[in-house]
Nanobody
């Protein structure tokens, strides 16, 4: 049974920072591709970042490149998303997810999801 549990969301002013965490059980974050997605009200779930299991290479959506950093702690089997320079348009529920295979920015290709954590950025 794979379980992903996100935490770290909250309310922050524009320009501020947050760090999201995703604790995993039933699947080792260092041997699977892990991703962060977000969904704003009335919008489709969109790709934010991913880290592939081999080499730990990271990929980012253009909208967050240079502001967000994804990392993992293999010893804690935990995924992180450090978000700097937050903007009101970053407001969304953030989800972590996992899939077998290589990098993907398609939500449909991820097979396990967390419950999400709300991030709200005020202007």
């Amino acid at each position: 049974q794979v379980q992903l549990v996100e935490s770290g969301g909250g309310l922050v002013q524009a320009g501020g920072s947050l760090r999201l965490s995703c604790g995993a059980s039933g699947r080792t974050v260092s041997t699977y591709t892990m991703g962060w997605f977000r969904q704003a009200p009335g919008k489709e779930r969109e790709f934010v970042a991913s880290i592939i299991w081999i080499g730990g290479f990271t990929y980012y959506a253009d909208s967050v490149k240079g502001r967000f950093t994804m990392s993992r702690d293999n010893a804690k089997n935990t995924l992180y998303l450090k978000m700097n320079g937050l903007k009101p348009e970053d407001t969304a529920v953030y989800y972590c997810a996992t899939r077998r295979g290589g990098a993907s920015n398609s939500a449909a290709e991820y097979d396990y999801w967390g419950q999400g954590t709300q991030v709200t950025v005020s202007s």
